[in-house]
């Protein structure tokens, strides 16, 4: 996985506090899928996050084939605390916002020993998905209660996405804090359970959402960034890749492996490695840069362009 901004002097956690995903120096990288919605996409921006029945039940046969076991995120990172050896080729499988589809979907494969964490939003439960309208997205039936119960009782973990998916970067103290405590006491009184793992709505976070989620109670946390999980990994800080259609089962193969294409896994290390020398030298907060890949990628830009950093970089 790409070096993180969370191993610079501006640390969000104490070491002690802050959890990693993996201790174990000998543990292989972890990928976690990214899915959402499952059904046929009626256009281009749709078929970037939904696949069809038949490509997931394609996919879950080359994990089958070979020899990845799947888990949600809760689970995962339980035996990483307690410091338990994950299985060989253990792959993270996720789905974000709780849309219908996954009941009918995600609960054959249940019932087959899929496991994998659904991350809800929970004001939008028995009701239209209307929260990505600013994106020209069609609304879309979201789960029932009974539905949501019937999938953790068969395995499925349950993870906070937030009440009604905000960007939480805009949002004030005390609303941040309802949206991640209301929505976590919400679920965990619908299912009786405890629920301590949450996903960033869009992906969008900061220092501030950063900590918050960690002071609501959260143990784990996952993101959209790209690539896999490894040592430098922030258990709050989840990294995935996202699945559509465009990944069939010679890139979800190569996904697996590297977590993008080679092409794009050598740039985003290589602006991931940046980061703390962009960060000092604009004086700006690491965590933010590596929360907003666009800014980061034109400050890199700018500095390369600068004759007094081409050494270092060219020493590299």
């Not at 802050?18 to 990288?29: G, S, V």
């Not at 020398?277 to 965590?287: F, K, N, S, V």
């Amino acid at each position: 996985m790409q070096h993180d901004a969370m191993h610079s002097s501006h640390e969000p956690h104490t070491p002690r506090e802050r959890p990693r995903i993996i201790r174990a120096l000998n543990q292989e990288p972890i990928p976690v899928l990214m899915y959402h919605a499952f059904g046929e996409p009626t256009g281009a921006l749709e078929a970037s996050y939904t696949v069809t029945a038949d490509l997931f039940r394609r996919h879950l046969a080359l994990l089958r084939t070979q020899g990845w076991t799947t888990l949600g995120i809760e689970a995962m990172t339980q035996r990483i605390r307690a410091g338990r050896t994950l299985p060989p080729r253990t792959v993270g499988m996720t789905v974000d916002d709780g849309f219908s589809c996954i009941h009918e979907q995600l609960g054959p494969e249940l019932e087959r020993g899929l496991r994998a964490t659904a991350y809800v939003v929970s004001g939008s439960l028995d009701a239209m998905a209307r929260f990505d309208r600013d994106l020209g997205i069609r609304a879309r039936p979201m789960l029932a209660r009974a539905q949501l119960r019937e999938l953790a009782e068969a395995g499925l973990e349950v993870g906070s996405h937030t009440v009604n998916h905000p960007d939480l970067r805009t949002l004030t103290d005390a609303a941040l804090e309802n949206e991640l405590i209301r929505s976590k006491n919400d679920l965990e009184h619908l299912l009786g359970v405890a629920v301590t793992t949450f996903a960033y709505p869009r992906g969008r976070f900061d220092r501030r959402v950063h900590q918050a989620v960690a002071d609501a109670g959260y143990l784990s946390a996952c993101c959209t960034l790209g690539g896999l999980n490894d040592t430098r990994t922030d258990a709050l800080l989840i990294r995935r890749i996202q699945v559509g259609m465009h990944i069939d089962e010679t890139a979800l193969s190569q996904a697996l492996k590297h977590g993008a294409r080679l092409s794009s896994r050598i740039r985003s290390r290589l602006r991931q490695s940046a980061i703390p020398l962009i960060a000092a030298l604009q004086g700006r907060d690491p965590l933010d840069l590596m929360a907003n890949p666009l800014t980061l990628r034109g400050s890199i830009r700018s500095r390369v362009a600068a004759p007094s950093l081409r050494p270092a970089f060219e020493r590299d």
